[in-house]
């Protein structure tokens, strides 16, 4: 089983980044297809970013690509979500999970969440 905390959430100006980071215990990270998703109020989770089995092949929800990368650290056991030029509707709490899938249709393991917000 592997643990998930978040962190790096924070309060920023439109325009501005934060790097967001999901650090693991119980298990090597990298193992996993690691993801982030993130709900606003009111709305639905949804997906932002995923990378596969040792921190390979990410993707992105159109929405953020060019400005959100997604990485991860072996040494650190922990994933990264790199988030520049931020917009008031990127705005949610922010999640990170893991499957041992390698496609998963689920995920299996999740983190408490860090607020992200962004003024405009």
């Known amino acids: 089983q592997v643990q998930l905390v978040e962190s790096g959430g924070d309060l920023v100006q439109a325009g501005g980044s934060l790097r967001l980071s999901c650090a693991a215990s119980?298990?090597?990270?990298?193992?996993?297809?690691v993801a982030w998703f993130r709900q606003a109020p009111g709305k639905e989770r949804e997906f932002v970013s995923s990378i596969r089995r040792n921190f390979d092949i990410p993707d992105y929800r159109n929405s953020v690509k060019g400005r959100f990368t997604i990485s991860g650290d072996n040494a650190k056991n922990t994933v990264y979500l790199q988030m520049n030029s931020l917009k008031p509707e990127d705005t949610a709490v922010y999640y990170c999970?893991?499957?041992?899938?390698?496609?998963?249709?689920?995920?299996?393991?999740w983190g408490q969440g860090t607020q992200v917000t962004v003024s405009s």
């Open positions: 999970a893991a499957s041992s899938d390698y496609f998963p249709n689920e995920y299996d393991y």
């Open positions: 119980g298990r090597t990270l990298s193992r996993y297809t």
